[in-house]
């Protein structure tokens, strides 16, 4: 085996004809200017030594240039070359020859008429070598190029210089072969540190374009999931509303009965599920962005109040405490969705806790109010801190116990937080515990509280007949589940209930019923009918046509694109499933 091997040859770059591109780009971009620069010295410069010397061989000379310059067609159709780019070694050859045409030219003017005067000798060597320092930035962005600019020129003086027998003219031919080696060296370096420039300018836009394309493919990932759930969502809705409205039905039927204790249990898990696909919802209409904030001065007691009625229960059933500490302090937020955002926090909280308790308190500072929640669960690992915030992410739950969620709670807690502009931080231990806190802006108290207290998030207090209902409901809704359901349970509270299933069928009931003079009050209208028809442009024109028809809208959208534009038409819109307390109170609210 041989002692040393050859090492292998480098990798050609990627980015090899990129950069060829802007160096030939480069080159011909000064061509024209350069070209009529050059000539202009030339006749300068020969008509000045023609007047010292009156030498013919100078007029000679001087037609070359004049020849050179004529060729400047041969390069500006680089510019007219519609292939310009696939023919870059070509054109890259050709300035080089034509480069080294013009250096031979200059070169020969020491050749055909070196003075004998040394003065005017010394100004050759100032012009040429003068020419040599202006042009080399011109040429270097091609190494190549300025080795044909450079070479020929120089090489013609030194061995002009050479042939004199003075010792003088052996001296300023090796002053010109240092300043070739010098020039030579400094173009080279020119050409190399703008081959690393532009290597590195093609790596950041490939960086860049790489970076711009996983973007694409997150945001189209995301968007498909979002879809996906809204589709998901959606065809679970449906048969759940159904099964929700004929459950509260039965149970109405089967109050004091001995089968009332099981419909109370279906109703409990059907209550299970809708919370799930609320959650679900929540993120939808966040992403969306349906949910506005109305930020006002309000009292973090009341607040406070309303978290310890909702969830004084869930604490005692896990036998951890749950303290509220009492504050006098007002913050500048949104009631509802600050309320939405505490009660994620809590209800968190209490699910991880398995014993010890869990501690809500409001501190002043200056000019923010801090609300923080402390809990004695589980703790938070460092490296799971920050993926907490992530959908359907869970901490402790590989088996996925359906009792502590779905693991959307602070994923929404996130997005209220930016909603609202409130800042939230993090500090958790495991093993002890985590704590939750929420900067918001200090707010004056006001001399009067601006409107009672919240009620509990679970409280819907709607009590049968404490508000008129109509008197005659239609309902179109494309899935015949939904439309018995819907019918028994209204029937059930002594309402003329009616379903149709096509926006015709509605036409002619609502026709039939004018006619017959009993019309009815308010229109139910699901937002997707069969067909992918738009229940809201439906219903929106027989609220029209039959008015004062009243219109209420139910939906099991949640794709965010469809909640903007329920959101934007201003009708009252229920999200199913829906329970029966709930519809009946958004019916009451809507009676024409």
Request: glycine share 6%; with cysteine.
């Amino acid at each position: 085996m041989s002692a040393s091997t050859s090492a292998p040859a480098a990798p050609p770059s990627p980015y090899a004809e990129k950069v060829l591109r802007e160096q030939v780009a480069m080159l011909y971009s000064t061509i024209r200017t350069a070209t009529l620069g050059d000539f202009l010295l030339a006749l300068a410069f020969g008509s000045a030594m023609y007047w010292q010397m009156r030498a013919w061989p100078i007029l000679a000379w001087m037609l070359l240039h004049l020849y050179n310059t004529s060729r400047m067609p041969l390069l500006t159709a680089y510019f007219k070359d519609p292939q310009a780019d696939q023919r870059l070694q070509h054109w890259a050859d050709t300035y080089c020859r034509e480069l080294r045409l013009n250096s031979l030219t200059w070169g020969l003017a020491p050749l055909l008429f070196l003075p004998d005067s040394l003065p005017l000798t010394a100004l050759m060597m100032l012009v040429m070598m003068g020419l040599c320092a202006a042009g080399v930035s011109a040429v270097s962005p091609l190494a190549r190029a300025a080795r044909h600019y450079l070479i020929p020129m120089l090489v013609c003086l030194m061995l002009a210089l050479l042939i004199r027998p003075s010792a003088m003219h052996v001296f300023l031919a090796v002053c010109c072969a240092i300043f070739l080696g010098s020039i030579l060296r400094f173009a080279r370096a020119q050409s190399e540190l703008l081959v690393q420039a532009l290597h590195a300018r093609f790596e950041k836009e490939a960086l860049a374009a790489q970076l711009a394309r996983q973007m694409r493919a997150t945001e189209e990932a995301s968007q498909q999931k979002t879809r996906f759930l809204a589709s998901a969502s959606h065809d679970l809705r449906q048969p759940l509303h159904a099964i929700a409205l004929l459950g509260a039905a039965l149970q109405k039927q089967l109050a004091g009965h001995a089968q009332e204790t099981t419909a109370e249990r279906l109703m409990q898990a059907v209550g299970t599920l809708t919370h799930s696909l609320d959650a679900m919802l929540d993120v939808s209409r966040l992403d969306a962005g349906v949910v506005a904030a109305k930020r006002r001065p309000i009292a973090l007691q009341e607040i406070f109040q309303s978290l310890g009625q909702s969830f004084v229960n869930a604490a005692s059933e896990k036998d951890i405490t749950l303290r509220l500490r009492a504050t006098e302090l007002w913050a500048d937020s949104d009631p509802q969705l600050l309320r939405r955002l505490l009660s994620n926090l809590l209800d968190n909280a209490i699910k991880y806790t398995r014993e010890g308790g869990v501690l809500v308190l409001a501190r002043g500072r200056a000019t923010q109010v801090w609300i923080e929640v402390y809990d004695t669960g589980i703790g938070i690992a460092p490296e799971q801190q920050g993926r907490v915030y992530e959908e359907f992410y869970q901490v402790g739950n590989p088996g996925r116990d359906r009792a502590l969620g779905l693991g959307i709670g602070l994923s929404v807690v996130a997005r209220l937080a930016r909603l609202l502009e409130h800042s939230l931080q993090q500090r958790s231990t495991l093993g002890r515990g985590t704590r939750f806190r929420l900067v918001l802006p200090r707010a004056t108290p006001l001399r009067t509280r601006a409107g009672p207290a919240l009620p509990p998030a679970t409280a819907w207090s709607v009590a049968a007949g404490t508000r008129p209902l109509p008197r005659r409901v239609l309902l179109l809704d494309d899935e015949a589940d939904v439309r018995s359901a819907m019918t028994q349970l209204l029937q059930a509270y002594d309402v003329d209930a009616h379903a149709v299933a096509d926006e015709a069928q509605a036409r002619a009931q609502l026709m039939q019923a004018q006619a017959a003079g009993k019309p009815f009050a308010l229109l139910i209208c699901d937002f997707r009918l069969a067909g992918d028809a738009d229940g809201l442009q439906a219903g929106e024109a027989l609220a029209r046509e039959f008015a004062p028809l009243a219109l209420l809208l139910v939906t099991g959208e949640t794709a965010p694109e469809r909640l903007r534009h329920v959101r934007s038409a201003g009708v009252p819109v229920l999200f199913k499933p829906v329970g029966s307390e709930q519809l009946l109170q958004a019916i009451a609210d809507t009676r024409g």
